[in-house]
Structures are given as C-alpha cells and as structure tokens.
C-alpha cells in the first residue's frame, strides 16, 4: 500500500506537468488559427469550419474587399489602416453570428460562411454593406471607404468545394467593386473574370469590365 502511494505521490508531480504542457499546446495553436491583428481566423482554420458549415444547404459564402485599401494606407498612414481592418474584423464576425464563421484570408480581403436560416441573405448582407462603411470611432474623420461583398449560395452549385464557390464569390465581388455597387450575388451563369483585370480593379485602374452573368 506504501508503495503504490508513493509511485502515486512521485507521479503527480509528472501528471500535473503534463497537463500544464498540454495546456500550453492548446494555447499555442488557438494563438497559430487566429491572426493577430484583427483576432480572426486564419485561412487555413476559416478553411477547416467553413467546409464543415457547407454541408448545411442553407450555407452562404461571402468575400469581402476594403475599397481604396492601399491609398488609405499611403495617405493616412498604417495605423488608420490597421484600425480599419480591426473594425471590419469585428463588425462582419457581429454580422454573421456564432453559427458561422469569418477569417482574414490575407491584406484586405475577408471571406465568413453565414447559415441563411430565413432566406434573407441579400437583405442582411446588404445591410453590412452599409455597416462595413460606417465611420470607425476614434478614427481620423478624413478616412472614408466602403467594402465590396460579393456571395453566393452554396445550394445554387451543388457539388462545389469551397474553393470553387470562393472562386465565384470573389469574382462577384470584383464585379461589385468594378460597378461600385457594394454587392454582388453569384448568379447560375457562368461568371468571368481575367486575373489581370482583378488585378488592375483593385490598383483603381480603369479597365474594361469583364462579361458577367449575375443576379444583384
């Protein structure tokens, strides 16, 4: 009996550090799944939630782009741009609720998964629309921007991977942020979009608008 309570008594010491570095190891990677600036998840845990919430087929995919990012940047300086960034952050993880997700894919650009319970999605997220453009308290009053969103539905493209309906959202969003609209819905149509002409809509060059078939 004496002896089991003494190899009791020496383990715990190993038991009870054990348990601290497990702790520890949780804490490590909840730190490496969010981004540090806005507390978001990261791309690759927004990829792992977001492929479990689509296959409830009321899933919506949404992208979103801060609007004029670099020159907000270059005239006002990165800390306007951070606290931009860290507003939008928290506004669109308000927006779409526990039972859906946000992550920061990278710069400006967002991306969330939102359950669409009562089949108004283009109205709630015409409604962030304008949440997203609101001013950011405490910051400098001359920062003026809005963020372009583009989504789909993921019941419209059965079939599709999240990379294939991101795809889409994305190319919806450049359409939006070519028309100024602020939102764009994926349509049944094919959409399309060059990688060249994304790139130069987002530098605020004027280019040719793409051949698009949406549903606004």
Same mark, same amino acid.
């Given at each position: 009996?004496?002896?089991?309570?003494?190899?009791?008594?020496?383990?715990?010491?190993?038991?009870?550090?054990?348990?601290?570095?497990?702790? &520890?190891?949780?804490?490590?990677?909840?730190?490496?799944?969010?981004?540090?600036?806005?507390?978001?998840?990261?791309?690759?845990?927004?990829?792992?939630?977001?492929?479990?919430?689509?296959?409830?087929?009321?899933?919506?995919?949404?992208?979103?782009?801060?609007?004029?990012?670099?020159?907000?940047?270059?005239?006002?300086?990165?800390?306007?741009?951070?606290?931009?960034?860290?507003?939008?952050?928290?506004?669109?993880?308000?927006?779409?609720?526990?039972?859906?997700?946000?992550?920061?894919?990278?710069?400006?650009?967002?991306?969330?998964?939102?359950?669409?319970?009562?089949?108004?999605?283009?109205?709630?997220?015409?409604?962030?629309?304008?949440?997203?453009?609101?001013?950011?308290?405490?910051?400098?009053?001359?920062?003026?921007?809005?963020?372009?969103?583009? &989504?789909?539905?993921?019941?419209?493209?059965?079939?599709?991977?999240?990379?294939?309906?991101?795809?889409?959202?994305?190319?919806?969003?450049?359409?939006?942020?070519?028309?100024?609209?602020?939102?764009?819905?994926?349509?049944?149509?094919?959409?399309?979009?060059?990688?060249?002409?994304?790139?130069?809509?987002?530098?605020?060059?004027?280019?040719?608008?793409?051949?698009?078939?949406?549903?606004?």
């Amino acid at each position: 009996m004496n002896t089991l309570l003494d190899v009791l008594a020496a383990s715990a010491p190993l038991a009870a550090g054990w348990a601290a570095h497990v702790r &520890w190891l949780g804490r490590r990677l909840h730190v490496a799944r969010r981004d540090p600036l806005t507390g978001l998840r990261t791309r690759d845990a927004f990829t792992h939630r977001a492929t479990t919430l689509l296959k409830d087929p009321r899933a919506v995919v949404v992208l979103a782009d801060v609007d004029q990012f670099k020159q907000i940047n270059d005239t006002h300086g990165h800390a306007a741009g951070d606290m931009l960034l860290k507003a939008t952050a928290d506004r669109l993880t308000r927006h779409v609720g526990r039972k859906g997700v946000a992550g920061r894919l990278g710069g400006d650009e967002f991306a969330a998964v939102l359950i669409d319970e009562h089949g108004a999605a283009a109205d709630l997220l015409a409604l962030l629309c304008g949440i997203l453009a609101r001013p950011v308290d405490g910051q400098n009053p001359n920062v003026h921007t809005t963020v372009s969103l583009g &989504w789909v539905r993921a019941a419209d493209f059965p079939g599709e991977d999240l990379s294939g309906l991101l795809r889409r959202a994305d190319e919806s969003m450049y359409a939006a942020k070519q028309a100024r609209s602020g939102l764009k819905r994926a349509g049944l149509g094919r959409l399309f979009a060059t990688v060249a002409g994304r790139r130069s809509g987002r530098r605020g060059t004027r280019t040719t608008p793409p051949t698009l078939e949406v549903a606004a």
